[in-house]
Protein backbone atom coordinates (compact mmCIF):
# COMPACT_ATOMS: atom_id res chain seq x y z
CA UNK A 1 0.00 0.00 0.00
CA UNK A 2 1.37 3.09 -1.01
CA UNK A 3 0.64 6.94 -2.59
CA UNK A 4 0.78 5.76 -5.81
CA UNK A 5 -0.54 2.09 -6.64
CA UNK A 6 0.74 0.86 -10.32
CA UNK A 7 -0.16 -2.87 -11.02
CA UNK A 8 2.20 -5.18 -13.18
CA UNK A 9 -0.24 -7.85 -13.57
CA UNK A 10 0.04 -11.46 -13.55
CA UNK A 11 -2.76 -12.93 -14.88
CA UNK A 12 -2.41 -16.34 -15.87
CA UNK A 13 -5.96 -17.62 -15.38
CA UNK A 14 -9.16 -15.81 -14.22
CA UNK A 15 -11.06 -17.33 -11.24
CA UNK A 16 -14.45 -18.51 -13.23
CA UNK A 17 -16.19 -20.11 -10.16
CA UNK A 18 -18.05 -18.18 -7.57
CA UNK A 19 -17.02 -16.36 -4.91
CA UNK A 20 -19.44 -17.23 -2.77
CA UNK A 21 -19.50 -20.82 -3.14
CA UNK A 22 -15.44 -21.13 -2.45
CA UNK A 23 -16.43 -19.26 0.69
CA UNK A 24 -19.02 -21.66 1.95
CA UNK A 25 -16.96 -24.46 1.31
CA UNK A 26 -13.60 -23.40 2.65
CA UNK A 27 -13.40 -24.38 6.09
CA UNK A 28 -9.48 -22.94 6.98
CA UNK A 29 -6.28 -23.56 6.48
CA UNK A 30 -5.18 -25.65 8.75
CA UNK A 31 -8.15 -28.58 8.26
CA UNK A 32 -6.47 -28.20 4.71
CA UNK A 33 -2.85 -28.47 6.09
CA UNK A 34 -2.16 -29.97 8.75
CA UNK A 35 1.12 -30.14 9.05
CA UNK A 36 0.84 -26.10 9.61
CA UNK A 37 0.68 -24.70 13.44
CA UNK A 38 -0.48 -21.88 14.70
CA UNK A 39 1.85 -19.05 15.56
CA UNK A 40 -0.07 -15.96 16.09
CA UNK A 41 -4.11 -15.67 16.57
CA UNK A 42 -6.97 -13.66 17.28
CA UNK A 43 -10.79 -14.47 16.58
CA UNK A 44 -11.69 -10.86 18.33
CA UNK A 45 -13.64 -12.60 20.87
CA UNK A 46 -15.01 -9.88 24.07
CA UNK A 47 -15.57 -6.47 23.71
CA UNK A 48 -11.99 -5.19 24.38
CA UNK A 49 -9.27 -5.36 21.59
CA UNK A 50 -6.52 -7.18 22.94
CA UNK A 51 -3.39 -4.84 23.40
CA UNK A 52 -1.22 -7.87 23.80
CA UNK A 53 -1.68 -8.67 20.21
CA UNK A 54 -2.55 -5.23 18.36
CA UNK A 55 -1.69 -1.31 18.61
CA UNK A 56 -3.77 1.37 17.31
CA UNK A 57 -2.25 2.74 13.84
CA UNK A 58 -1.15 6.23 15.52
CA UNK A 59 -1.42 9.56 13.18
CA UNK A 60 1.27 11.18 15.17
CA UNK A 61 3.92 8.89 14.06
CA UNK A 62 3.11 7.84 9.96
CA UNK A 63 3.41 11.29 8.35
CA UNK A 64 1.22 12.09 5.25
CA UNK A 65 1.01 9.44 2.41
CA UNK A 66 -2.41 9.10 1.33
CA UNK A 67 -2.92 5.93 3.17
CA UNK A 68 -2.45 7.25 6.44
CA UNK A 69 -3.41 11.05 6.67
CA UNK A 70 -6.59 9.90 7.94
CA UNK A 71 -5.45 7.51 10.29
CA UNK A 72 -7.03 8.11 14.27
CA UNK A 73 -6.83 6.61 17.71
CA UNK A 74 -10.74 7.72 18.24
CA UNK A 75 -12.40 4.94 20.13
CA UNK A 76 -15.44 5.08 17.53
CA UNK A 77 -13.05 4.14 14.68
CA UNK A 78 -11.87 0.48 16.06
CA UNK A 79 -14.63 -1.10 17.40
CA UNK A 80 -15.18 -4.70 19.49
CA UNK A 81 -18.60 -5.40 17.92
CA UNK A 82 -19.50 -8.67 21.03
CA UNK A 83 -19.77 -10.69 18.44
CA UNK A 84 -16.43 -11.88 17.26
CA UNK A 85 -15.59 -9.31 15.17
CA UNK A 86 -13.60 -6.17 14.82
CA UNK A 87 -15.03 -3.43 12.66
CA UNK A 88 -11.92 -0.46 11.37
CA UNK A 89 -14.15 2.83 10.35
CA UNK A 90 -13.86 5.26 8.21
CA UNK A 91 -16.39 8.37 9.65
CA UNK A 92 -16.76 12.03 9.04
CA UNK A 93 -16.91 13.63 12.45
CA UNK A 94 -15.07 15.80 15.23
CA UNK A 95 -11.57 13.04 14.89
CA UNK A 96 -8.28 13.62 15.74
CA UNK A 97 -6.37 12.47 12.45
CA UNK A 98 -2.95 13.41 10.87
CA UNK A 99 -5.21 15.73 8.42
CA UNK A 100 -6.57 18.16 11.66
CA UNK A 101 -4.55 17.00 14.77
CA UNK A 102 -6.44 20.17 16.59
CA UNK A 103 -9.78 17.90 16.39
CA UNK A 104 -11.98 20.30 14.53
CA UNK A 105 -15.30 19.92 12.96
CA UNK A 106 -15.60 18.15 9.29
CA UNK A 107 -12.82 15.73 9.67
CA UNK A 108 -12.46 12.26 7.71
CA UNK A 109 -10.86 10.07 10.13
CA UNK A 110 -9.94 6.54 10.02
CA UNK A 111 -9.08 3.41 12.28
CA UNK A 112 -6.47 0.75 11.71
CA UNK A 113 -4.53 -2.25 13.74
CA UNK A 114 -0.98 -3.40 13.44
CA UNK A 115 1.45 -5.98 15.11
CA UNK A 116 4.50 -3.88 14.78
CA UNK A 117 5.53 -3.84 18.57
CA UNK A 118 3.84 -7.05 19.86
CA UNK A 119 4.45 -9.92 16.86
CA UNK A 120 6.70 -9.91 13.74
CA UNK A 121 7.41 -13.38 11.41
CA UNK A 122 9.39 -14.47 8.98
CA UNK A 123 7.90 -16.61 6.76
CA UNK A 124 4.52 -18.62 7.32
CA UNK A 125 0.91 -18.67 5.72
CA UNK A 126 -1.27 -15.11 7.21
CA UNK A 127 -5.12 -15.98 6.82
CA UNK A 128 -7.60 -12.98 7.55
CA UNK A 129 -11.62 -13.33 7.07
CA UNK A 130 -13.13 -10.41 6.15
CA UNK A 131 -16.22 -8.38 5.06
CA UNK A 132 -15.90 -5.08 3.20
CA UNK A 133 -17.81 -2.37 2.84
CA UNK A 134 -18.15 -0.17 -0.50
CA UNK A 135 -18.35 3.52 -0.42
CA UNK A 136 -16.75 6.20 -2.82
CA UNK A 137 -13.50 6.80 -1.66
CA UNK A 138 -13.49 3.46 0.50
CA UNK A 139 -9.81 1.86 0.91
CA UNK A 140 -9.75 -1.51 3.24
CA UNK A 141 -6.47 -2.93 3.12
CA UNK A 142 -4.91 -5.83 5.15
CA UNK A 143 -1.18 -5.82 4.35
CA UNK A 144 2.27 -6.93 6.03
CA UNK A 145 5.49 -4.40 5.71
CA UNK A 146 9.16 -5.09 6.88
CA UNK A 147 10.44 -4.02 10.53
CA UNK A 148 13.28 -1.80 8.64
CA UNK A 149 14.82 -0.97 5.72
CA UNK A 150 13.23 2.13 3.10
CA UNK A 151 10.31 1.15 1.16
CA UNK A 152 10.46 -0.50 -1.10
CA UNK A 153 13.75 -2.33 -0.80
CA UNK A 154 12.94 -4.32 1.86
CA UNK A 155 9.56 -5.58 0.41
CA UNK A 156 5.83 -4.63 0.81
CA UNK A 157 3.03 -7.56 0.74
CA UNK A 158 -0.71 -6.38 0.16
CA UNK A 159 -2.90 -9.46 0.92
CA UNK A 160 -5.89 -7.56 0.24
CA UNK A 161 -6.65 -4.10 -1.12
CA UNK A 162 -10.55 -2.83 -2.18
CA UNK A 163 -11.61 0.49 -3.98
CA UNK A 164 -14.80 2.35 -4.39
CA UNK A 165 -17.41 -0.43 -5.37
CA UNK A 166 -15.61 -2.86 -7.30
CA UNK A 167 -15.97 -6.25 -7.90
CA UNK A 168 -12.16 -7.18 -7.95
CA UNK A 169 -9.63 -7.50 -4.97
CA UNK A 170 -5.70 -5.97 -5.65
CA UNK A 171 -3.42 -8.56 -4.19
CA UNK A 172 0.10 -7.04 -4.23
CA UNK A 173 3.94 -7.33 -3.86
CA UNK A 174 5.89 -3.64 -4.16
CA UNK A 175 9.95 -4.41 -4.38
CA UNK A 176 12.75 -3.20 -7.11
CA UNK A 177 13.63 -4.81 -9.74
CA UNK A 178 16.97 -6.18 -10.74
CA UNK A 179 18.19 -2.49 -11.80
CA UNK A 180 17.49 -1.35 -8.76
CA UNK A 181 13.79 0.25 -9.19
CA UNK A 182 13.04 3.12 -11.75
CA UNK A 183 10.96 0.85 -13.98
CA UNK A 184 8.10 1.27 -16.28
CA UNK A 185 5.39 -1.92 -16.24
CA UNK A 186 2.14 -0.74 -17.88
CA UNK A 187 2.38 2.71 -16.39
CA UNK A 188 5.28 4.21 -14.84
CA UNK A 189 6.39 2.75 -11.38
CA UNK A 190 8.83 5.27 -9.96
CA UNK A 191 9.04 2.97 -6.80
CA UNK A 192 10.09 -0.47 -8.35
CA UNK A 193 8.52 -3.71 -9.58
CA UNK A 194 4.71 -4.59 -8.43
CA UNK A 195 2.83 -7.95 -9.19
CA UNK A 196 -0.98 -7.88 -8.89
CA UNK A 197 -3.70 -10.97 -8.97
CA UNK A 198 -7.30 -9.60 -9.62
CA UNK A 199 -9.87 -11.82 -8.06
CA UNK A 200 -14.00 -11.52 -8.36
CA UNK A 201 -15.76 -10.45 -5.61
CA UNK A 202 -18.90 -10.60 -6.77
CA UNK A 203 -20.78 -10.78 -3.35
CA UNK A 204 -18.61 -8.37 -1.71
CA UNK A 205 -21.30 -8.31 0.98
CA UNK A 206 -20.01 -11.27 2.06
CA UNK A 207 -17.31 -12.34 4.27
CA UNK A 208 -14.10 -13.77 2.43
CA UNK A 209 -10.85 -15.08 3.80
CA UNK A 210 -7.74 -13.60 2.11
CA UNK A 211 -4.29 -15.68 2.93
CA UNK A 212 -0.70 -15.74 1.97
CA UNK A 213 1.92 -18.10 1.89
CA UNK A 214 5.35 -16.57 1.99
CA UNK A 215 8.21 -18.99 1.72
CA UNK A 216 12.03 -18.59 0.76
CA UNK A 217 10.88 -19.93 -2.59
CA UNK A 218 7.88 -18.08 -3.87
CA UNK A 219 5.12 -15.92 -2.43
CA UNK A 220 1.51 -17.29 -2.73
CA UNK A 221 -1.81 -15.18 -2.47
CA UNK A 222 -5.07 -16.97 -1.73
CA UNK A 223 -8.95 -15.86 -1.65
CA UNK A 224 -10.75 -18.39 -0.03
CA UNK A 225 -8.47 -21.15 0.04
CA UNK A 226 -7.92 -21.10 -3.92
CA UNK A 227 -4.44 -19.65 -5.26
CA UNK A 228 -4.60 -16.85 -6.92
CA UNK A 229 -1.24 -15.67 -8.00
CA UNK A 230 2.37 -17.03 -7.13
CA UNK A 231 5.43 -15.00 -7.84
CA UNK A 232 8.88 -17.34 -7.87
CA UNK A 233 12.19 -16.06 -5.87
CA UNK A 234 13.66 -13.59 -8.75
CA UNK A 235 16.91 -15.64 -8.68
CA UNK A 236 18.34 -13.45 -11.14
CA UNK A 237 16.90 -9.95 -8.91
CA UNK A 238 19.77 -9.25 -6.72
CA UNK A 239 17.03 -6.68 -4.90
CA UNK A 240 14.66 -9.58 -4.57
CA UNK A 241 13.55 -8.71 -0.82
CA UNK A 242 11.45 -11.69 0.26
CA UNK A 243 13.66 -13.88 1.05
CA UNK A 244 16.43 -11.63 2.78
CA UNK A 245 18.01 -12.81 5.77
CA UNK A 246 16.27 -11.35 9.03
CA UNK A 247 13.70 -9.28 7.14
CA UNK A 248 10.78 -10.03 9.55
CA UNK A 249 7.55 -8.11 8.64
CA UNK A 250 4.33 -6.92 10.38
CA UNK A 251 0.42 -7.48 9.97
CA UNK A 252 -1.57 -4.14 9.58
CA UNK A 253 -5.59 -3.83 8.90
CA UNK A 254 -6.94 -0.75 8.41
CA UNK A 255 -9.68 1.50 6.50
CA UNK A 256 -8.45 4.49 4.30
CA UNK A 257 -10.49 7.02 2.86
CA UNK A 258 -9.78 9.14 -0.38
CA UNK A 259 -6.11 9.44 -2.32
CA UNK A 260 -4.69 9.11 -5.33
CA UNK A 261 -5.21 5.61 -5.89
CA UNK A 262 -8.77 5.24 -4.50
CA UNK A 263 -10.49 8.68 -5.78
CA UNK A 264 -12.14 11.52 -3.75
CA UNK A 265 -14.49 10.55 -1.55
CA UNK A 266 -17.94 10.56 -1.68
CA UNK A 267 -21.16 10.26 0.73
CA UNK A 268 -20.30 7.95 3.38
CA UNK A 269 -23.43 8.36 5.95
CA UNK A 270 -22.67 6.70 8.55
CA UNK A 271 -19.41 5.90 8.30
CA UNK A 272 -18.06 2.45 5.90
CA UNK A 273 -15.95 -0.29 7.58
CA UNK A 274 -13.78 -3.31 6.79
CA UNK A 275 -15.24 -6.11 9.57
CA UNK A 276 -12.82 -9.04 10.81
CA UNK A 277 -13.76 -12.25 12.12
CA UNK A 278 -10.14 -13.34 12.30
CA UNK A 279 -6.47 -13.00 12.05
CA UNK A 280 -4.35 -16.56 11.88
CA UNK A 281 -0.83 -16.98 10.81
CA UNK A 282 0.51 -21.00 10.26
CA UNK A 283 4.46 -21.98 10.63
CA UNK A 284 4.81 -25.25 8.88
CA UNK A 285 5.56 -27.29 11.92
CA UNK A 286 8.06 -30.08 10.37
CA UNK A 287 10.71 -27.05 9.57
CA UNK A 288 12.88 -26.14 12.81
CA UNK A 289 11.55 -22.75 13.99
CA UNK A 290 12.00 -20.65 17.28
CA UNK A 291 9.87 -18.06 19.28
CA UNK A 292 11.86 -15.39 20.37
CA UNK A 293 10.16 -13.33 22.76
CA UNK A 294 11.11 -9.36 24.33
CA UNK A 295 9.76 -6.63 25.34
CA UNK A 296 5.86 -6.99 23.99
CA UNK A 297 7.42 -8.44 20.41
CA UNK A 298 6.83 -12.09 19.35
CA UNK A 299 9.62 -12.33 16.15
CA UNK A 300 9.35 -16.19 14.60
CA UNK A 301 12.58 -16.98 12.79
CA UNK A 302 11.31 -19.99 10.27
CA UNK A 303 13.80 -21.81 8.78
CA UNK A 304 15.18 -20.61 5.64
CA UNK A 305 15.05 -24.44 3.62
CA UNK A 306 12.77 -25.92 1.12
CA UNK A 307 9.09 -27.46 3.09
CA UNK A 308 10.10 -30.13 0.26
Known amino acids: MKTTHTLTLALAASLLVSPSSLADDYTGWQDKNPDWGLVFSDDFDGNVLDTDKWNKIDYVTWGVSD ?9 ELVTMNGDGTVSLWGKYGDYTSQSDPTGQNDTYACGGIFTNKTFTFQYGYVEVRARLDCAKGAWPAIWMMPTAGPWPQTGEIDIMEHLNYEGIVHQTLHYNNANGGKTTAGTVNASGGSSAYFTSVEDKADFHTYGVEWT ?25 PFNMEDNPYYLLLDMQLGGSWVGDIGDIGDGVAMTVDYVHVYSYIPEPATATLGLGALVLLAARRKRH
Do not use: C, H, I
Open 67 to 75: WRKYQSRDD
Open 216 to 240: PDAVTFFMDGNATMTRLTEANNPNW
